[in-house]
């Protein structure tokens, strides 16, 4: 008996011992492992200045995660020209407190926001096999699925109060303008797609002509707004909620965007093309995951540093 069932077990240990070491380098140390990406986007007139944009994306702040409020206080120190955050703040009802502590150095920079579904809707406990299978049947969010029912309302409000008291602009389906330094910067944003709150209607015609530079924020990067907002000649789209895939295969990449958004641009600078027109696309993968689901796996969490160049 021993001879024929021992390599069985030891092979079954073997195996636990692989996914418990998985498990717990994915909760312990990668989804505490915070990163900045850089990157460059040609999208600017000529003659104007470079712009310095900090993304920052996703946080699902959770009481107690004092090292990424550190690290989030710490992107102040790179002294960006205005920060946009795409949405997505919390993951714990009583997270507002933290969320605005960690935030706090940012918000004496010019920013500009949009919220997620769950900067409005506290986290619930989901299987992450009904990613795949959403995928596979091309159901996301409630686009195609039934209406949350019983939902837990976050204290939304008192951060957006505090947003617009630092001086940051809501976009939620909305227009809104900043000055910096002589410049005329204009935005375009929509409320979060994801739950059905984008109004596109209510924002469309493209770029303001008598501004510098416009720009189109989003949380999450859905189809049907990434065709808008291209073919409406916007020239760079900002987005988040995708968590990079959260869970990826190395050297494969994401397996689902949690959006009818492919999974080769899940993360990252992309582009985007709708009616012979072509946008650029930057989706951050975020620095945070939801409360029940706490690991992330070769997708580190992260914010973005755009440099905003002339056009060759």
């Known amino acids: 008996m021993r001879a024929r069932y021992g390599v069985p077990l030891k092979a079954a240990a073997g195996i636990a011992a692989v996914g418990a070491a998985g498990v717990a380098y994915a909760a312990g140390f990668e989804a505490r492992s ?3 990406r850089r990157v460059t986007v040609p999208v600017l007139p000529q003659g104007m200045r470079p712009l310095r944009i900090l993304q920052v994306s ?12 550190a690290w989030l206080q710490s992107l ?9 955050n795409t949405g997505d703040n919390l993951s714990d009802t009583e997270g507002v407190p933290e969320v ?44 195609g699925n039934k209406p949350v029912v019983g939902a837990v309302h976050n204290p939304w409000e008192e951060m ?25 910067l204009a935005f375009t944003g929509l409320d ?3 739950i059905k709150r984008d109004r596109y209607e209510a924002v469309a015609g493209g770029p303001e002509a008598d501004a510098d530079f416009s720009l189109a924020v989003v949380h999450a990067p859905y189809l049907r707004v990434l065709e808008s907002f291209t073919a409406d000649g916007y020239p760079l789209i900002l987005a988040g909620h995708t968590h990079g895939g959260q869970l990826c295969i190395p050297f494969y990449g994401a397996l689902v965007t949690n959006c009818d958004l492919d999974t080769k641009r899940v993360k990252g600078l992309s582009t985007h093309e709708a009616e012979g027109r072509r946008a650029y696309l930057h989706v951050s993968a975020g620095c945070g995951t939801n409360r029940f689901t706490p690991v992330r796996f070769a997708c580190p969490p992260e914010a973005t540093l755009l440099t905003l160049t002339p056009k060759a």
């Open 160 to 184: 957006r109060d505090a947003f617009d008291a630092a001086g940051w602009l809501n976009l939620t389906n909305t227009r809104a303008r900043l000055k910096l330094d002589g410049l005329e």
């Open 76 to 84: 102040a120190g790179l002294r960006p020209d205005f920060v946009v």
């Open 192 to 194: 979060d797609p994801h």
């Open 100 to 143: 605005l502590d960690a935030l706090g150095p940012l918000m004496s920079f010019p920013g500009v926001y949009v919220f997620g579904s769950n900067d409005y809707y506290g986290p619930r406990l989901r299987n992450p096999g009904r990613y795949l299978l959403e995928k596979a049947q091309g159901r996301h969010g409630l686009n």
């Open 58 to 69: 996703d946080i699902h702040m959770v009481g107690g995660q004092r090292k990424k409020r």
């Open 34 to 36: 915070f990163r900045l």
